[in-house]
């Protein structure tokens, strides 16, 4: 199985494993060369480490049974989008209205202010001064 399709049958199991929880969503799945495992979780009003720690082991098991990485070991990290990690997806730019953040435009240029709103086309940053 190739990355892109390992990461799309991940992402599918995930989304199955929090389908039940619709305050949850998947932001990302990533795996490194060493069959590293990192999967990104969110809440709406955030996720706490119970939920976290359950869909891990979860995850794990089912990917243990069937033998997902059949030529070794992998390891699994799942966790919530840390304070470093770009926002991806629209629904963590909504959960982050009126919260501080930095954006960097498409050259590069950065600025630090407070997320205002957010719809489908921009969003309004209210700078420091």
């Known amino acids: 199985m190739k990355d892109e399709e390992q990461i799309l049958a991940l992402e599918q199991k995930v989304e199955q494993l929090i389908r039940d929880e619709p305050d949850l969503f ?4 990533k795996i490194k060369p060493t069959n590293n495992i990192k999967v990104f979780i969110d809440g ?3 996720i706490n480490i119970d939920r976290l720690v359950r869909y891990n082991r979860q995850l794990y098991r089912q990917l243990e049974e069937e033998n997902f990485f ?6 699994l990290e799942l966790s919530s ?3 470093d990690e770009p926002l991806k997806l ?4 909504i959960k982050n209205i009126n ?3 930095e954006l960097t435009d498409t050259e590069g240029q ?3 202010g407070q997320l205002k709103k957010v719809n489908d086309e921009a969003i309004e ?3 420091i001064v």
Not at 26 to 29: A, D, F, T
Not at 90 to 93: A, N, P, V
């Open 26 to 29: 998947l932001v990302e799945v």
């Open 44 to 46: 709406d009003q955030g």
């Open 70 to 75: 059949p030529n070794g070991d992998f390891s």
């Open 81 to 83: 989008p840390g304070l």
């Open 90 to 93: 629209h629904r963590q730019y």
């Open 99 to 101: 919260r501080f953040v």
């Open 110 to 112: 950065k600025t630090e």
């Open 125 to 127: 940053i209210e700078t």
